[in-house]
T-cell receptor
């Protein structure tokens, strides 16, 4: 059983829809991450939150909007997505950022399909 | 520019034998390396890690070796079991926050 819970597991949306992906962890971790994984590719970092503050944005388009309302929750708000945004979106958490605070623990992801 | 490379997309090993998965990296600034295992429809699961100040770390059936001069690390699994069949990702930490993954190697353990 994963300790990082992501909902929904699957999401199909049109290009004009607004939806949100949710991630929750109760391990007391203070760093949370969003990754995007395309088929047969490795996960690629999108955002890093450290102590509820955004610390890394990997030049992600503004149609993806992250939010960290508290230390246990991480959201990814989606608006006006493109078909090429269809992918597996993975959330991860770690005790903190930094070498000594690894590893990152991953959820099972949300499979997103854009029509 | 792919900074972490796993050049073998797949590997097939007989049950009970040793599995060796390889990983090369180009960025000498990487200080910490990890191996993750991924089953279909699940997120990556952490297996084992190694700091750049070490050359070996062992945890049960899993051993990771690091050769800094060659910028090469490997994961040894011995003995290999059917449940080890999965995709294995090598990853490196950059800037203490960013995890950079290799392309993955699909390991199949044959009975």
């Amino acid at each position: 059983d994963t300790e990082v819970t992501q909902t929904p597991k699957h999401l199909v949306m049109g290009m004009t829809n607004k939806k949100s992906l949710k991630c929750e962890q109760h391990m007391g971790h203070r760093a949370m991450y969003w990754y995007k994984q395309k088929a047969k590719k490795p996960p690629e970092l999108m955002f890093v939150y450290s102590y509820e503050k955004l610390s890394i944005n990997e030049s992600v388009p503004s149609r993806f909007s992250p939010e960290c309302p508290n230390s246990s929750l991480l959201n990814l708000h989606l608006h006006a997505l493109q078909p090429e945004d269809s992918a597996l979106y993975l959330c991860a958490s770690s005790r903190e950022t930094g070498f000594g605070a690894q590893p990152q623990h991953f959820g099972d992801g949300t499979r997103l399909s854009i029509l | 520019d792919q900074q972490v490379k796993q050049n073998s997309p797949s590997l097939s090993v007989q049950e009970g034998r040793i599995s060796i998965l390889n990983c090369d990296y180009t960025n000498s600034m990487f200080d910490y390396f990890l191996w993750y295992k991924k089953y279909p429809a699940e997120g990556p699961t952490f297996l084992i890690s190694i700091s750049s100040i070490k050359d070996k770390n062992e945890d049960g059936r899993f051993t990771v070796f690091l050769n800094k001069s060659a910028k090469h690390l490997s994961l040894h699994i011995v003995p290999s079991q059917p449940g080890d069949s999965a995709v294995y990702f090598c990853a490196a930490i950059q800037g203490a926050q960013k995890l950079v993954f290799g392309q993955g190697t699909r390991l199949t353990i044959n009975p």
